[in-house]
């Protein structure tokens, strides 16, 4: 008995694997946008500067239609607080949940971890959650312009203290599915 169900577990688990299968789908992409820091703990008398271009890079795996994973590297461009200016990075993996709203438009959600890390005069990393929300247009079956919003904590060490700020990028790019 038992053997016959580990048998039949193995044949719908190897189904399962092809029918996946026939729906995955890779994916690489870029995108380019304004980065923007809350810079609460920055006074005004110290010139402050919290938004920056940013640029990431992406690759992602879409197990079924609706489901994926991503990775992506991120330079999240410079923060100042008077003379003392600090640039972020971050590596993010993140689950994605998507749907088609329309033929060739589909919307997607996304969270997961991102591992940042700061370069200035004293630098910083972390690890914290990040999250966002985005748009796909289909040009092509492989090409679409991709549009996002993400939020993640960064740890900025200006000073001795530092602080821990929320950064927020809006960009807009290409992915090419394979």
């Known amino acids: 008995m038992l053997k016959r169900q580990m048998v039949a577990a193995a044949v719908a688990a190897t189904g399962m694997l092809f029918s996946a299968g026939a729906f995955a789908q890779a994916y690489v992409g870029g995108t380019v946008g304004r980065s ?7 006074s005004a008398s110290q010139g402050c500067k919290g938004e920056a271009n940013m640029a990431k890079l992406l690759a992602g795996y879409n197990f079924n239609e609706n489901f994926g994973l991503e990775a992506s590297y991120a330079d999240l461009g410079k923060v100042s607080a008077g003379i003392v200016t600090a640039k972020g990075t971050a590596i993010d993996l993140a689950a994605i949940a998507r749907a088609e709203v329309t033929n060739g438009v589909g919307v997607f959600i996304k969270g997961g971890f991102s591992r940042t890390k700061t370069d200035g005069i004293i630098g910083d990393k972390a690890t914290e959650a990040v999250y966002g929300l985005g748009a796909t247009y289909s040009l092509t079956k492989q090409v679409a312009l991709r549009a996002e919003w993400e939020t993640r904590k960064v740890q900025y060490k200006l000073t001795q ?8 990028n809006l960009s807009v790019g290409v992915q090419y599915t394979f």
């Open 36 to 42: 923007v820091v809350n810079t609460t703990d920055c």
């Open 161 to 168: 203290n530092g602080w821990q700020e929320t950064q927020r």
